[in-house]
Protein backbone atom coordinates (compact mmCIF):
# COMPACT_ATOMS: atom_id res chain seq x y z
CA UNK A 1 0.00 0.00 0.00
CA UNK A 2 1.37 3.77 -0.84
CA UNK A 3 2.14 5.53 2.25
CA UNK A 4 -0.27 8.75 1.87
CA UNK A 5 1.46 11.91 0.35
CA UNK A 6 3.22 14.33 2.91
CA UNK A 7 1.82 17.24 4.08
CA UNK A 8 3.47 20.37 3.01
CA UNK A 9 4.53 22.98 5.66
CA UNK A 10 1.81 24.81 5.00
CA UNK A 11 -0.46 22.69 4.81
CA UNK A 12 0.68 21.83 8.46
CA UNK A 13 0.77 25.33 9.55
CA UNK A 14 -2.79 26.10 8.39
CA UNK A 15 -4.32 22.93 10.28
CA UNK A 16 -2.41 23.97 13.28
CA UNK A 17 -3.92 27.72 12.83
CA UNK A 18 -7.54 26.55 12.28
CA UNK A 19 -7.53 25.18 15.84
CA UNK A 20 -6.00 28.61 17.59
CA UNK A 21 -8.15 31.42 14.88
CA UNK A 22 -11.15 31.50 13.30
CA UNK A 23 -11.51 30.54 9.65
CA UNK A 24 -7.89 29.49 10.15
CA UNK A 25 -6.54 33.09 8.66
CA UNK A 26 -6.47 36.41 10.39
CA UNK A 27 -8.07 37.85 7.47
CA UNK A 28 -10.37 36.05 4.77
CA UNK A 29 -8.57 38.02 2.02
CA UNK A 30 -5.84 35.76 3.11
CA UNK A 31 -7.19 32.42 2.73
CA UNK A 32 -6.85 30.30 -0.29
CA UNK A 33 -9.01 26.92 -0.17
CA UNK A 34 -7.74 24.41 1.16
CA UNK A 35 -5.24 26.32 2.73
CA UNK A 36 -3.00 29.71 1.92
CA UNK A 37 0.76 29.53 1.02
CA UNK A 38 2.43 30.90 4.75
CA UNK A 39 5.68 33.71 3.85
CA UNK A 40 8.52 32.78 4.83
CA UNK A 41 10.76 35.79 3.46
CA UNK A 42 10.53 38.80 1.05
CA UNK A 43 12.88 39.86 -1.42
CA UNK A 44 12.04 42.60 -4.01
CA UNK A 45 8.94 41.99 -5.71
CA UNK A 46 9.02 38.30 -4.65
CA UNK A 47 7.73 36.34 -1.58
CA UNK A 48 9.49 33.29 -0.79
CA UNK A 49 6.64 30.62 0.90
CA UNK A 50 7.85 28.04 3.99
CA UNK A 51 7.81 25.66 1.37
CA UNK A 52 10.54 27.29 -0.49
CA UNK A 53 8.55 28.29 -3.78
CA UNK A 54 9.39 31.48 -4.91
CA UNK A 55 6.45 33.83 -5.89
CA UNK A 56 6.01 37.07 -7.77
CA UNK A 57 3.81 39.19 -5.37
CA UNK A 58 1.02 41.78 -7.22
CA UNK A 59 -0.77 41.87 -3.92
CA UNK A 60 1.99 43.32 -1.65
CA UNK A 61 0.35 42.81 1.38
CA UNK A 62 -3.10 44.73 -0.32
CA UNK A 63 -0.99 46.82 -2.04
CA UNK A 64 1.20 48.59 0.58
CA UNK A 65 4.64 47.61 -0.12
CA UNK A 66 5.75 50.10 -2.90
CA UNK A 67 8.91 49.47 -2.86
CA UNK A 68 8.37 45.03 -2.19
CA UNK A 69 9.31 42.97 0.58
CA UNK A 70 12.49 44.18 2.80
CA UNK A 71 13.67 47.59 0.62
CA UNK A 72 17.38 48.07 1.72
CA UNK A 73 16.55 52.08 2.86
CA UNK A 74 13.20 51.03 4.91
CA UNK A 75 15.03 48.22 6.59
CA UNK A 76 17.89 50.92 7.64
CA UNK A 77 16.08 53.25 8.83
CA UNK A 78 13.54 50.81 10.78
CA UNK A 79 16.74 49.16 12.35
CA UNK A 80 18.23 52.51 13.78
CA UNK A 81 15.31 53.67 15.11
CA UNK A 82 14.80 50.30 16.69
CA UNK A 83 18.04 50.77 18.30
CA UNK A 84 16.59 54.08 20.10
CA UNK A 85 13.84 52.55 21.56
CA UNK A 86 10.20 50.93 19.65
CA UNK A 87 7.89 53.15 21.59
CA UNK A 88 7.74 56.50 24.05
CA UNK A 89 5.02 57.48 25.85
CA UNK A 90 6.71 61.11 24.75
CA UNK A 91 6.46 62.96 20.63
CA UNK A 92 9.68 61.70 18.82
CA UNK A 93 10.70 64.31 15.97
CA UNK A 94 10.36 61.67 13.79
CA UNK A 95 6.09 61.97 13.56
CA UNK A 96 7.37 65.92 12.24
CA UNK A 97 9.75 64.75 9.77
CA UNK A 98 6.81 62.51 8.11
CA UNK A 99 4.41 65.10 8.70
CA UNK A 100 6.46 67.38 7.03
CA UNK A 101 7.35 65.13 4.22
CA UNK A 102 3.60 64.96 3.29
CA UNK A 103 3.37 68.54 3.41
CA UNK A 104 5.95 69.07 1.01
CA UNK A 105 4.15 66.83 -1.44
CA UNK A 106 0.60 68.34 -1.24
CA UNK A 107 -0.42 71.63 0.01
CA UNK A 108 -3.51 70.37 1.17
CA UNK A 109 -2.04 68.49 3.40
CA UNK A 110 -0.43 71.39 5.62
CA UNK A 111 -1.45 69.37 8.92
CA UNK A 112 -1.58 65.90 9.90
CA UNK A 113 -2.43 63.40 12.60
CA UNK A 114 -1.40 60.05 12.67
CA UNK A 115 -3.26 56.99 13.60
CA UNK A 116 -2.17 52.96 12.96
CA UNK A 117 -4.60 51.87 10.05
CA UNK A 118 -6.98 53.12 7.20
CA UNK A 119 -9.71 52.32 9.04
CA UNK A 120 -8.83 54.65 11.76
CA UNK A 121 -8.13 57.69 9.63
CA UNK A 122 -11.58 57.46 7.84
CA UNK A 123 -13.38 56.72 10.92
CA UNK A 124 -11.27 59.95 13.04
CA UNK A 125 -12.17 62.02 9.35
CA UNK A 126 -15.70 61.24 9.52
CA UNK A 127 -16.04 62.31 13.34
CA UNK A 128 -13.78 65.50 12.54
CA UNK A 129 -17.08 66.42 9.54
CA UNK A 130 -19.36 66.00 12.07
CA UNK A 131 -18.06 68.02 14.23
CA UNK A 132 -17.36 70.60 11.74
CA UNK A 133 -20.95 70.38 10.52
CA UNK A 134 -23.01 69.46 12.89
CA UNK A 135 -24.53 67.40 10.90
CA UNK A 136 -24.83 63.53 10.99
CA UNK A 137 -25.61 61.94 7.50
CA UNK A 138 -22.57 60.35 5.38
CA UNK A 139 -22.22 59.51 1.90
CA UNK A 140 -20.38 57.04 0.10
CA UNK A 141 -20.38 55.62 -2.99
CA UNK A 142 -21.94 51.74 -3.66
CA UNK A 143 -19.32 49.24 -3.70
CA UNK A 144 -16.52 50.78 -1.85
CA UNK A 145 -14.25 49.84 0.76
CA UNK A 146 -13.53 52.53 3.51
CA UNK A 147 -12.23 50.57 6.39
CA UNK A 148 -14.35 48.37 9.05
CA UNK A 149 -16.30 51.26 10.20
CA UNK A 150 -20.19 50.76 10.39
CA UNK A 151 -21.26 53.96 8.21
CA UNK A 152 -18.49 53.20 5.54
CA UNK A 153 -19.47 49.24 5.30
CA UNK A 154 -22.62 50.60 4.56
CA UNK A 155 -23.18 49.14 0.41
CA UNK A 156 -20.09 47.43 0.47
CA UNK A 157 -21.61 44.11 -1.43
CA UNK A 158 -24.85 44.74 -2.42
CA UNK A 159 -26.30 42.27 -4.80
CA UNK A 160 -29.09 43.18 -7.75
CA UNK A 161 -31.77 41.66 -5.88
CA UNK A 162 -31.19 44.32 -2.69
CA UNK A 163 -29.44 47.04 -4.54
CA UNK A 164 -32.11 49.49 -5.18
CA UNK A 165 -34.44 51.15 -2.95
CA UNK A 166 -38.29 51.60 -4.09
CA UNK A 167 -37.46 54.56 -6.19
CA UNK A 168 -34.39 53.13 -8.40
CA UNK A 169 -31.59 55.03 -6.42
CA UNK A 170 -28.77 52.87 -4.59
CA UNK A 171 -30.36 51.62 -1.24
CA UNK A 172 -28.46 51.22 2.08
CA UNK A 173 -27.79 47.91 2.38
CA UNK A 174 -26.55 46.24 5.55
CA UNK A 175 -22.78 44.63 5.16
CA UNK A 176 -22.40 43.10 8.41
CA UNK A 177 -25.27 41.38 10.58
CA UNK A 178 -26.09 43.64 13.52
CA UNK A 179 -25.35 46.82 12.00
CA UNK A 180 -27.80 48.79 13.17
CA UNK A 181 -30.49 50.43 11.85
CA UNK A 182 -30.05 53.49 12.34
CA UNK A 183 -26.57 53.59 10.51
CA UNK A 184 -28.50 52.61 7.42
CA UNK A 185 -30.71 55.64 7.86
CA UNK A 186 -27.41 57.96 8.14
CA UNK A 187 -25.38 56.66 5.14
CA UNK A 188 -26.82 58.18 1.57
CA UNK A 189 -25.11 55.36 -1.28
CA UNK A 190 -24.07 57.42 -4.43
CA UNK A 191 -23.69 55.59 -7.92
CA UNK A 192 -20.26 55.44 -9.16
CA UNK A 193 -20.90 56.46 -13.09
CA UNK A 194 -24.13 58.40 -12.70
CA UNK A 195 -23.58 61.51 -12.15
CA UNK A 196 -27.12 62.18 -13.54
CA UNK A 197 -28.66 60.14 -10.48
CA UNK A 198 -25.55 61.46 -8.20
CA UNK A 199 -26.79 64.90 -8.76
CA UNK A 200 -30.35 64.60 -7.91
CA UNK A 201 -29.62 62.68 -4.58
CA UNK A 202 -27.46 65.30 -3.43
CA UNK A 203 -29.66 67.73 -4.42
CA UNK A 204 -32.27 66.36 -2.00
CA UNK A 205 -29.66 65.07 0.74
CA UNK A 206 -26.85 67.13 0.69
CA UNK A 207 -28.14 69.69 3.48
CA UNK A 208 -27.97 66.36 5.67
CA UNK A 209 -24.45 65.45 5.01
CA UNK A 210 -21.69 66.01 7.29
CA UNK A 211 -19.23 64.57 4.61
CA UNK A 212 -18.86 62.91 1.44
CA UNK A 213 -16.22 60.16 1.39
CA UNK A 214 -14.42 59.01 -2.07
CA UNK A 215 -11.83 57.30 -3.59
CA UNK A 216 -11.69 57.85 -7.30
CA UNK A 217 -10.13 54.79 -8.28
CA UNK A 218 -11.98 52.36 -6.18
CA UNK A 219 -10.49 48.77 -6.12
CA UNK A 220 -14.21 47.08 -4.85
CA UNK A 221 -15.78 49.61 -7.65
CA UNK A 222 -14.02 47.91 -10.43
CA UNK A 223 -10.54 50.26 -10.03
CA UNK A 224 -11.73 52.18 -12.64
CA UNK A 225 -10.84 56.14 -12.87
CA UNK A 226 -14.15 58.16 -11.82
CA UNK A 227 -15.18 60.29 -14.50
CA UNK A 228 -14.49 63.75 -14.80
CA UNK A 229 -18.85 64.17 -14.54
CA UNK A 230 -19.03 62.95 -11.41
CA UNK A 231 -16.47 65.08 -9.90
CA UNK A 232 -17.68 68.02 -11.00
CA UNK A 233 -20.91 66.85 -9.29
CA UNK A 234 -19.24 66.51 -6.10
CA UNK A 235 -17.69 69.59 -6.08
CA UNK A 236 -21.17 71.49 -6.67
CA UNK A 237 -22.41 69.82 -4.04
CA UNK A 238 -19.54 70.37 -1.74
CA UNK A 239 -19.40 74.34 -2.38
CA UNK A 240 -23.44 74.31 -2.17
CA UNK A 241 -24.61 72.73 0.77
CA UNK A 242 -20.97 73.30 3.45
CA UNK A 243 -20.06 69.30 2.89
CA UNK A 244 -16.76 68.38 4.11
CA UNK A 245 -15.15 66.09 0.89
CA UNK A 246 -13.17 62.88 2.74
CA UNK A 247 -10.68 61.70 -0.15
CA UNK A 248 -9.94 58.30 1.10
CA UNK A 249 -6.51 58.03 -0.83
CA UNK A 250 -5.14 54.86 1.44
CA UNK A 251 -4.57 52.91 -1.97
CA UNK A 252 -4.65 55.69 -4.37
CA UNK A 253 -2.03 58.15 -3.06
CA UNK A 254 0.40 55.98 -4.76
CA UNK A 255 -0.81 57.17 -8.36
CA UNK A 256 0.85 60.47 -8.45
CA UNK A 257 3.22 62.90 -6.51
CA UNK A 258 0.80 64.74 -4.17
CA UNK A 259 -1.50 61.97 -4.49
CA UNK A 260 -5.08 61.45 -6.46
CA UNK A 261 -7.40 63.85 -6.09
CA UNK A 262 -5.88 66.45 -8.21
CA UNK A 263 -5.74 64.17 -11.10
CA UNK A 264 -9.50 63.72 -11.02
CA UNK A 265 -10.33 67.75 -10.54
CA UNK A 266 -11.34 66.87 -6.59
CA UNK A 267 -10.40 69.38 -4.01
CA UNK A 268 -10.90 67.61 -0.78
CA UNK A 269 -10.75 69.12 3.08
CA UNK A 270 -9.64 65.72 4.33
CA UNK A 271 -7.74 63.74 2.75
CA UNK A 272 -6.58 60.10 4.46
CA UNK A 273 -3.85 57.97 3.76
CA UNK A 274 -2.02 54.64 4.89
CA UNK A 275 -0.11 51.68 3.15
CA UNK A 276 2.51 52.87 1.34
CA UNK A 277 3.11 56.24 3.77
CA UNK A 278 4.17 53.66 6.42
CA UNK A 279 7.04 51.33 4.46
CA UNK A 280 4.67 48.07 5.21
CA UNK A 281 4.37 49.42 8.82
CA UNK A 282 1.02 49.82 10.55
CA UNK A 283 -0.32 53.40 10.14
CA UNK A 284 -2.50 55.82 8.61
CA UNK A 285 -2.95 59.74 8.61
CA UNK A 286 -5.78 62.18 8.35
CA UNK A 287 -4.26 65.45 7.02
CA UNK A 288 -5.98 68.73 5.79
CA UNK A 289 -5.91 72.21 6.21
CA UNK A 290 -4.78 74.06 9.34
CA UNK A 291 -8.06 75.49 10.17
CA UNK A 292 -9.98 72.12 9.81
CA UNK A 293 -7.36 69.76 11.71
CA UNK A 294 -7.93 71.96 14.99
CA UNK A 295 -10.52 69.90 15.61
CA UNK A 296 -8.63 67.78 17.03
CA UNK A 297 -6.16 70.12 18.49
CA UNK A 298 -5.80 69.55 22.79
CA UNK A 299 -3.51 72.52 22.91
CA UNK A 300 -5.77 74.27 24.67
CA UNK A 301 -8.01 71.57 26.79
CA UNK A 302 -10.77 69.32 25.54
CA UNK A 303 -10.82 68.95 21.53
CA UNK A 304 -13.89 68.81 19.55
CA UNK A 305 -12.47 65.57 18.24
CA UNK A 306 -10.38 63.42 20.43
CA UNK A 307 -7.53 61.60 18.10
CA UNK A 308 -4.61 59.48 19.39
CA UNK A 309 -3.89 56.24 20.76
CA UNK A 310 -1.03 54.24 22.31
CA UNK A 311 0.94 53.41 18.86
CA UNK A 312 -0.26 56.84 17.26
CA UNK A 313 2.74 58.28 15.47
CA UNK A 314 5.04 55.20 16.67
CA UNK A 315 8.86 55.89 15.77
CA UNK A 316 9.02 52.79 13.78
CA UNK A 317 6.42 53.50 11.19
CA UNK A 318 7.53 57.22 11.35
CA UNK A 319 11.26 56.35 10.27
CA UNK A 320 9.94 53.30 7.60
CA UNK A 321 7.08 55.83 5.85
CA UNK A 322 9.76 58.46 5.33
CA UNK A 323 12.62 55.89 4.01
CA UNK A 324 9.09 55.41 1.65
CA UNK A 325 8.37 58.44 0.50
CA UNK A 326 11.79 59.62 0.29
CA UNK A 327 12.38 56.87 -2.29
CA UNK A 328 9.33 57.03 -4.01
CA UNK A 329 10.11 60.20 -6.08
CA UNK A 330 8.72 62.00 -9.01
CA UNK A 331 10.82 59.27 -11.41
CA UNK A 332 10.06 56.47 -9.86
CA UNK A 333 6.28 57.34 -9.95
CA UNK A 334 6.53 57.81 -13.51
CA UNK A 335 8.71 54.81 -14.21
CA UNK A 336 6.21 52.69 -12.12
CA UNK A 337 3.03 54.11 -14.18
CA UNK A 338 4.51 53.62 -16.97
CA UNK A 339 5.39 50.11 -16.79
CA UNK A 340 1.62 49.58 -15.22
CA UNK A 341 -0.20 51.37 -18.59
CA UNK A 342 2.47 48.68 -20.64
CA UNK A 343 1.43 46.06 -18.28
CA UNK A 344 -2.36 46.59 -19.41
CA UNK A 345 -2.22 47.55 -22.84
CA UNK A 346 -0.09 43.93 -23.29
CA UNK A 347 -2.82 41.92 -21.27
CA UNK A 348 -5.89 44.04 -23.37
CA UNK A 349 -3.74 42.75 -26.99
CA UNK A 350 -3.56 39.29 -25.69
CA UNK A 351 -6.91 38.72 -24.44
CA UNK A 352 -8.30 40.25 -28.27
CA UNK A 353 -5.24 37.86 -29.84
CA UNK A 354 -6.99 34.92 -27.53
CA UNK A 355 -10.69 35.89 -28.57
CA UNK A 356 -11.10 35.96 -24.78
CA UNK A 357 -14.03 38.44 -23.54
CA UNK A 358 -12.29 40.46 -20.57
CA UNK A 359 -11.03 43.69 -19.74
CA UNK A 360 -8.64 44.63 -17.96
CA UNK A 361 -8.85 47.95 -15.91
CA UNK A 362 -6.57 50.20 -13.83
CA UNK A 363 -4.40 53.08 -13.37
CA UNK A 364 -1.20 53.81 -12.51
CA UNK A 365 0.62 50.94 -10.75
CA UNK A 366 -2.97 49.04 -9.75
CA UNK A 367 -4.99 46.24 -12.50
CA UNK A 368 -7.67 44.55 -11.97
CA UNK A 369 -9.54 41.63 -13.94
CA UNK A 370 -12.74 41.27 -15.29
CA UNK A 371 -14.58 38.57 -17.18
CA UNK A 372 -17.26 39.32 -19.82
CA UNK A 373 -17.71 41.75 -22.79
CA UNK A 374 -19.39 44.32 -20.27
CA UNK A 375 -17.88 47.66 -20.13
CA UNK A 376 -16.91 48.53 -16.92
CA UNK A 377 -17.71 51.56 -15.43
CA UNK A 378 -18.18 51.27 -11.43
CA UNK A 379 -19.55 48.63 -9.04
CA UNK A 380 -22.74 47.47 -10.79
CA UNK A 381 -21.10 46.73 -14.09
CA UNK A 382 -18.56 45.40 -12.27
CA UNK A 383 -20.31 43.11 -9.75
CA UNK A 384 -19.71 39.05 -10.42
CA UNK A 385 -22.13 36.64 -10.02
CA UNK A 386 -21.67 33.35 -7.59
CA UNK A 387 -20.96 31.44 -10.56
CA UNK A 388 -18.33 33.76 -12.23
CA UNK A 389 -16.79 34.89 -8.82
CA UNK A 390 -15.69 31.23 -8.24
CA UNK A 391 -14.14 31.56 -12.11
CA UNK A 392 -12.04 34.42 -10.74
CA UNK A 393 -10.95 32.60 -7.30
CA UNK A 394 -10.12 29.37 -10.04
CA UNK A 395 -7.73 32.11 -12.10
CA UNK A 396 -6.40 33.83 -8.83
CA UNK A 397 -5.19 29.83 -7.71
CA UNK A 398 -4.11 29.00 -11.46
CA UNK A 399 -2.11 32.37 -10.94
CA UNK A 400 -0.64 31.18 -7.78
CA UNK A 401 0.26 27.54 -9.41
CA UNK A 402 2.13 29.68 -12.10
CA UNK A 403 4.04 31.65 -9.31
CA UNK A 404 2.61 34.76 -9.53
CA UNK A 405 0.10 36.05 -6.50
CA UNK A 406 -3.04 38.49 -7.17
CA UNK A 407 -5.94 39.41 -4.51
CA UNK A 408 -8.88 37.27 -4.47
CA UNK A 409 -10.22 39.36 -7.13
CA UNK A 410 -7.86 39.66 -9.28
CA UNK A 411 -6.69 42.78 -8.82
CA UNK A 412 -3.12 43.80 -7.98
CA UNK A 413 -0.24 46.21 -7.73
CA UNK A 414 3.28 46.97 -9.22
CA UNK A 415 6.29 48.03 -6.75
CA UNK A 416 9.36 49.51 -7.76
CA UNK A 417 11.63 46.42 -7.77
CA UNK A 418 9.85 45.28 -10.96
CA UNK A 419 11.03 45.87 -14.41
CA UNK A 420 9.90 44.98 -17.90
CA UNK A 421 10.37 41.64 -17.53
CA UNK A 422 8.30 40.73 -14.57
CA UNK A 423 5.60 42.78 -15.80
CA UNK A 424 5.98 40.50 -19.08
CA UNK A 425 5.57 37.56 -17.15
CA UNK A 426 2.53 38.66 -15.06
CA UNK A 427 0.86 39.77 -18.90
CA UNK A 428 2.04 36.23 -20.38
CA UNK A 429 0.30 34.17 -18.03
CA UNK A 430 -2.33 35.91 -17.19
CA UNK A 431 -3.60 36.05 -20.73
CA UNK A 432 -2.50 32.37 -20.72
CA UNK A 433 -4.58 30.65 -17.53
CA UNK A 434 -7.44 33.68 -18.31
CA UNK A 435 -7.84 31.84 -22.00
CA UNK A 436 -7.53 28.50 -20.78
CA UNK A 437 -9.99 28.51 -17.52
CA UNK A 438 -12.44 30.83 -19.41
CA UNK A 439 -12.34 27.89 -22.46
CA UNK A 440 -13.11 25.11 -19.50
CA UNK A 441 -16.04 27.18 -17.82
CA UNK A 442 -17.86 27.39 -21.47
CA UNK A 443 -17.37 23.67 -22.04
CA UNK A 444 -18.41 22.05 -18.63
CA UNK A 445 -21.61 25.09 -18.68
CA UNK A 446 -21.71 23.22 -22.57
CA UNK A 447 -22.14 19.93 -20.60
Known amino acids: MNAPPAKSRSETAYLREAKVVPGGSMRAAQWFKPHPPYAARGEGCWVIDIDGRRILDCANNFFSLIHGHAFSPILDAVHRAMAAGTAFGLPTESEILLAEALAARNPRMEQTRFCNSGTEAVLSALKAARAITGR????????????????????????????????????SVRSNAGAPESVLRETVVLPYDDPLRCADILRRKGRTLAAIVVDPLASRAGTVPMSKETAAVLREACQRDGILLIADEVISFRLSFDGASRSFGLEPDLITTAKIIGGGLPIGAVSGSADLMSVFNHAEGKPKVAMGGTFSGNPLSMAAGLASLTHYSQSAIQRLNGLGDRLRNSVRDGFSAAGVEASFTGMGSLFRLHLGSANVTGYRTAYTSPEKT?????IQFAMLDEGILLTPNCSGALSTPMTEAETSLIADKLVAVVAREVAGHERVAAG
Open 136 to 171: EGVGKFEGCYHGAYDWMEVSLDPSPANWNDESGNPA
Open 390 to 394: QLIRR
